[in-house]
């Protein structure tokens, strides 16, 4: 039944005219590599305007059934994750489905070994910077000191401290905030999802840092700001998380308003 599914999914792409994109994986491992990270990050670099709607994975024939089925799950989570970060938009309602190693295979194994993201070109919309449609600036005017307010849209490469290009125009509102409210002294805080004990490299301080430090080298005095990492230790959801949605409210940058 997924054989006749996957053909029929294949006659569909053709009609419809999507795109997709196929990257590889490494024997029975669901990281991205090298070299997988380098085509998704080629095939996304001119597309900055599309939605994904499928994301399947697979697996060659080694192993069980039910455990080709769990690792092609997790090598979409982890594409799922990589485009996340990258600010690639995804449809809340996108179809994830692992294959394992019930398809038509190819002769050669490590062709077998993949994920397949299927895409749309949407039409560039302006960005949504918050999460009530009023602007940085308005929020922090009303502001009270130990009032958090989230940084929408701050999306970062996959487990680094790299901001990726789209997030950009949040860094600069931050700064022209800070530059108009000269008596404005915050805290950037940092946290992460998805980790079952702690922030093993300590990610959260390092991308709070990174704000930190953006703002620092546009003229913003130091003794302003401050940056702190929380890791797992203050989710917005419990950990681990029920779902994708939940995964990305917890992965997050705020600022505490220390003085306003």
Request: charged content about 35%.
């Given at each position: 039944m997924?054989?006749?599914?996957?053909?029929?999914?294949?006659i569909?792409?053709?009609i419809?005219?999507?795109?997709?994109?196929?990257?590889?994986f490494?024997?029975?491992?669901?990281d991205?590599?090298?070299?997988?990270v380098e085509?998704?990050?080629?095939a996304i670099?001119?597309?900055?305007?599309?939605?994904?709607?499928?994301?399947?994975?697979f697996?060659?024939?080694?192993?069980s059934?039910?455990y080709?089925?769990?690792l092609?799950?997790?090598r979409v989570?982890e594409?799922?994750?990589?485009?996340?970060?990258?600010?690639i938009?995804i449809?809340d309602?996108?179809e994830?489905?692992?294959?394992?190693?019930?398809?038509?295979q190819?002769?050669?194994?490590?062709?077998?070994r993949?994920?397949?993201?299927v895409?749309?070109?949407?039409?560039?919309e302006?960005?949504?910077?918050?999460?009530d449609?009023?602007?940085?600036?308005e929020?922090v005017?009303t502001?009270?000191?130990?009032?958090?307010i989230?940084?929408q849209n701050?999306?970062f490469?996959n487990?680094s401290?790299?901001?990726?290009?789209?997030s950009?125009?949040?860094l600069y509102?931050?700064?022209?905030?800070?530059?108009?409210n000269?008596k404005?002294?915050i805290?950037i805080?940092?946290?992460?999802c998805?980790?079952?004990?702690?922030d093993?490299?300590?990610?959260?301080t390092?991308?709070?840092r990174?704000?930190?430090m953006?703002l620092?080298?546009?003229?913003?005095?130091?003794?302003r700001?401050?940056?702190?990492?929380f890791g797992i230790?203050?989710?917005?959801?419990?950990?681990p998380?029920?779902?994708e949605?939940?995964a990305?409210?917890n992965r997050?940058?705020?600022?505490?308003i220390?003085?306003?």
């Amino acid at each position: 039944m997924k054989k006749i599914l996957l053909l029929l999914f294949f006659i569909s792409l053709k009609i419809s005219a999507q795109g997709k994109i196929e990257i590889f994986f490494d024997f029975d491992k669901y990281d991205l590599n090298d070299a997988a990270v380098e085509t998704l990050d080629n095939a996304i670099a001119n597309r900055q305007n599309i939605e994904v709607s499928k994301i399947y994975g697979f697996c060659d024939w080694k192993g069980s059934n039910s455990y080709n089925d769990t690792l092609s799950l997790k090598r979409v989570d982890e594409v799922w994750h990589f485009l996340k970060n990258k600010g690639i938009r995804i449809r809340d309602d996108y179809e994830k489905r692992g294959f394992g190693e019930d398809f038509e295979q190819s002769k050669v194994q490590s062709e077998n070994r993949k994920v397949m993201v299927v895409f749309e070109e949407v039409k560039a919309e302006k960005p949504i910077r918050n999460d009530d449609n009023r602007i940085l600036s308005e929020k922090v005017k009303t502001a009270k000191r130990g009032d958090k307010i989230k940084l929408q849209n701050i999306n970062f490469h996959n487990n680094s401290a790299v901001i990726v290009a789209k997030s950009k125009p949040v860094l600069y509102d931050l700064l022209c905030v800070m530059e108009d409210n000269p008596k404005l002294k915050i805290e950037i805080q940092g946290h992460i999802c998805c980790q079952p004990e702690r922030d093993v490299n300590d990610v959260s301080t390092a991308r709070a840092r990174a704000i930190y430090m953006f703002l620092i080298r546009n003229k913003i005095d130091r003794k302003r700001l401050s940056f702190k990492g929380f890791g797992i230790s203050d989710p917005i959801y419990p950990i681990p998380e029920k779902s994708e949605a939940e995964a990305d409210e917890n992965r997050r940058v705020e600022i505490m308003i220390v003085e306003n």
